[in-house]
């Protein structure tokens, strides 16, 4: 895919950077290219549910994160990207140790466009590689609305 | 709705306290009534996004947990609950300065029930309430399986 | 809710009338209020699945049409009407005899509006009354665009 | 993948063939595969939306067969499928003339299978392939019940 704006990787990983969420979550930006992120994050104890594996909502969240500048490394320098919706399937619980979380844009729009995600978990030699959470986003590219800072 | 548990409230509120998730978010659990939960939430620095807004993954976590826990809370008592797929609406900015998480039961199922959860934003006093997210979870009932403790 | 054009019901009722896939259903319009549209529709052999309820597409494309039209009768005159994406969750075996799509606007948006539908069956007489299917649907405000014809 | 009942392609068959709603599509059944099955239609004036496009939810309608089917192939022999809950985008216009529609299980369970969908149009003679909407479908796998015959 190509980029509309040629400082895509530099803005996407600045935006990512101020993201506190990702902080609190220990997940890091692993890799920008044009309509696909990828992000890493290892397992919590702090981000469990009940049983002990990943919170959904902490998947959802990198994967939203994934998705989100997916879309936004194809947007315009002045853009700002909304999520509007997204849906999550859990395949697997999750138990790590680490993940990887890749968002891929389907559908790039000058609007709106539509972006899948994957949460994998893998060994931390990479190795036992495991599909634990698919999603699918809606997001909005949004410009010239003074509220919004990219 | 009809509990089958007649002990519903004591173990929701068990399992909710062993979610690290939500005490990483300072997340609440409010009331819990037949099929019906409510969750509460501060606005935090640590949970936003780059805008400063909550992180969608943020609300999306204590939503999945309210509405999850509606469907547990009617559920036998030797049951796991484990959430099969949600979908989430950003509605508005997620600004705070406080939330309200509420799951409700709209189809309980022996195996499969679905959940509508509702994000509502509002200051202090309860005043100026805002819907700032929808939901809609699929939940499973899990019986049976040494590997889940509910 | 307030429309933005007071011939809001006349160009609604227009439009559906357009719809050549609500007439092989034998869908009609029940009523257009702002913001909340309902479709009626009977059992048909012609469009049921392989145990003889009514497929879940069909049950879909009546739920779609309502949440558009509840989304479009807030819309400006010149506006088009576009479904975004739509999730639906399929409660019970849709038995008929007859069929209530209700679609009700949650968040209008100048762009982006996000709408509820609620699919029930009933008698003739309209007792018993089951819900059979509830849907989440995005949809857009489209203006300007030649190619679409509202 | 594994087909877990070796009549796998003649039982999908026979109950795609069972779908009254197909035929008034004019669906065909063009593959089936373990965990994979195509189905493929022409664009008809009577399945139309308000601009002569094909309706959202007849794409919806053979979307949903053919995700469903997919995970059909890799049931028991003397299992149903019934449809939890999908989710549809729509990405662009759907002119047709001519629609592939295939169905692909990227999770298969005992229980609860999660199958992704992709709606292609294209020319008479194959060429022009579009990409108009993609789904994700939630199934399941009901032994046992009377009530349904698969």
């Not at 879309?71 to 509007?84: G, R």
């Not at 997204?86 to 466009?113: C, D, Q, Y």
Request: aromatic share 6%; charged share 20%; with cysteine.
């Amino acid at each position: 895919m190509q980029p509309r704006d040629s400082g895509y990787e530099a803005r996407t990983r600045d935006s990512f950077a101020r993201q506190n969420a990702m902080r609190t979550l220990g997940a890091t930006l692993e890799s920008v290219a044009p309509g696909r992120v990828v992000i890493a994050m290892a397992h919590r104890e702090a981000l469990t549910q009940q049983h002990g594996f990943m919170h959904a909502g902490m998947l959802a969240a990198a994967l939203d994160s994934a998705c989100g500048y997916a879309a936004f490394s194809l947007m315009p320098a002045d853009a700002a990207v909304l999520t509007i919706e997204f849906k999550i399937n859990l395949l697997a619980p999750a138990k790590g140790p680490r993940f990887r979380f890749e968002g891929r844009v389907i559908k790039p729009g000058r609007t709106i466009s539509v972006v899948e995600g994957r949460a994998v978990q893998h060994a931390d030699d990479g190795a036992d590689e495991k599909l634990v959470a698919t999603m699918t986003a809606t997001v909005m590219t949004v410009q010239g609305r003074d509220t919004l800072h990219h």
